[in-house]
């Protein structure tokens, strides 16, 4: 889904990966939940709507090289698992007035906070912290904008400007709901299990 080291070199495929233990940009996590909003397909960033010549002629943009990369059933049950973060979870305080799916993130010791999350029509996502270093500069008992803040968490800190992004973004957009998952990709396939008291194993 487009998601790389920030150096844009490949993601390490170790087990920790899908904690966030490489470091990523903002730009390519707003891509990898751009997907999810779009059901799976996955388009390039391409950081311009189009080119005009001085004659005002179009010239077009580059192509975004779009192409479906998660079947939609997938990306349509994680939309609904994003969305509950957002009616029950850690993003609740952040509505923006029209369905929306997010997830906010917290690096160890608060070395960085992070609100990644989208409409079906608009994706984004806001990182803090210290580009010296966050293990060294953690956001812990410092002061921002005359705030004193003991210790910085995603939904506290990166949700409030997400959400005003968001709702700027997303003006003048029609509300749009997300596709409601098939129950199977939630739930998988239910099947009643027999039940097998009082058998000896070979019959069981």
């Given at each position: 889904?487009?998601?790389?080291?920030?150096?844009g070199?490949?993601?390490?495929?170790?087990?920790?990966?899908?904690?966030?233990?490489?470091?990523?940009?903002?730009?390519?996590?707003?891509?990898?939940?751009?997907?999810?909003?779009?059901?799976?397909?996955?388009?390039?960033?391409?950081?311009?709507?189009?080119?005009?010549?001085?004659?005002?002629?179009?010239?077009?943009?580059?192509?975004?090289?779009?192409?479906?990369?998660?079947?939609?059933?997938?990306?349509?049950?994680?939309?609904?698992?994003?969305?509950?973060?957002?009616?029950?979870?850690?993003?609740?305080s952040?509505?923006?007035?029209?369905?929306?799916?997010?997830?906010?993130?917290?690096?160890n010791?608060?070395?960085?906070?992070?609100?990644?999350?989208?409409?079906?029509?608009?994706?984004?996502?806001?990182?803090?912290?210290?580009?010296?270093?966050?293990?060294?500069?953690?956001?812990?008992?410092?002061?921002?904008?005359?705030?004193?803040?003991?210790?910085?968490?995603?939904?506290?800190?990166?949700?409030?400007?997400?959400?005003?992004?968001?709702?700027?973004?997303?003006?003048?957009?029609?509300?749009?709901?997300?596709?409601?998952?098939?129950?199977?990709?939630?739930?998988?396939?239910?099947?009643?299990?027999?039940?097998?008291?009082?058998?000896?194993?070979?019959?069981?």
């Amino acid at each position: 889904m487009g998601v790389t080291q920030a150096t844009g070199t490949p993601l390490k495929r170790v087990p920790s990966f899908v904690l966030g233990s490489q470091a990523v940009s903002p730009l390519a996590m707003a891509e990898a939940y751009a997907t999810f909003a779009a059901r799976g397909t996955h388009c390039r960033s391409v950081p311009m709507s189009e080119v005009v010549d001085r004659d005002g002629i179009s010239l077009g943009a580059p192509s975004a090289d779009c192409k479906e990369v998660i079947r939609p059933a997938v990306a349509d049950a994680v939309n609904q698992l994003l969305t509950s973060v957002m009616k029950i979870g850690t993003g609740k305080s952040l509505k923006i007035g029209r369905p929306v799916a997010g997830k906010t993130g917290t690096t160890n010791e608060n070395a960085a906070v992070w609100f990644c999350g989208h409409t079906p029509q608009l994706a984004t996502a806001v990182w803090i912290g210290d580009p010296r270093g966050g293990q060294r500069y953690p956001i812990r008992d410092i002061t921002i904008n005359g705030t004193y803040i003991t210790k910085g968490f995603g939904g506290r800190l990166a949700g409030p400007i997400w959400r005003d992004v968001m709702i700027a973004g997303s003006k003048g957009q029609p509300v749009i709901d997300f596709t409601k998952p098939d129950p199977t990709q939630i739930a998988g396939l239910q099947t009643t299990v027999p039940d097998l008291r009082g058998l000896d194993p070979a019959a069981a």
